[in-house]
């Protein structure tokens, strides 16, 4: 049996990326009546709320938005995977 034949049979676990540095979301929210955007902003989804109220305060007609989220997942060896070492991924 060659590596990539193990590899293949291994289990794996998905999980949301914890580590320094990485936000638990990225949000930004874009007007459906004139497609102006808001700026992107880090684990802050109040900011992009309170653009969106202000942008219809200044556009009054303009109450519809299309909010777009993103987020970072990771895939690890699972603690039956020869790759898992002391249940935490071995590069
Ligand atoms: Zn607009």
């Known amino acids: 049996m060659n590596p990539s034949a193990i590899i293949k049979a291994a289990e794996?676990?998905?999980s949301v990326e914890a580590a320094d540095g990485?936000?638990?979301g990225i949000f930004q929210v874009q007007c459906i009546a004139c497609a102006?955007?808001?700026p992107a902003v880090d684990d802050?989804?109040?900011a992009v709320?309170?653009?969106a109220m202000k942008h219809t305060g200044?556009?009054?007609a303009h109450r519809q938005f299309k909010l777009a989220t993103e987020s970072f997942w990771r895939?690890?060896?699972a603690p039956s995977n020869p790759?898992?070492?002391g249940g935490r991924r071995a590069l």
Do not use: G, K, Q, Y
């Open 22 to 24: 990485a936000p638990s």
């Open 58 to 60: 200044a556009n009054t």
């Open 83 to 85: 790759l898992c070492e």
């Open 12 to 14: 794996w676990t998905l």
């Open 49 to 51: 709320e309170l653009w």
């Open 75 to 77: 895939v690890d060896p």
């Open 36 to 38: 102006e955007m808001s």
């Open 44 to 46: 802050d989804r109040l």
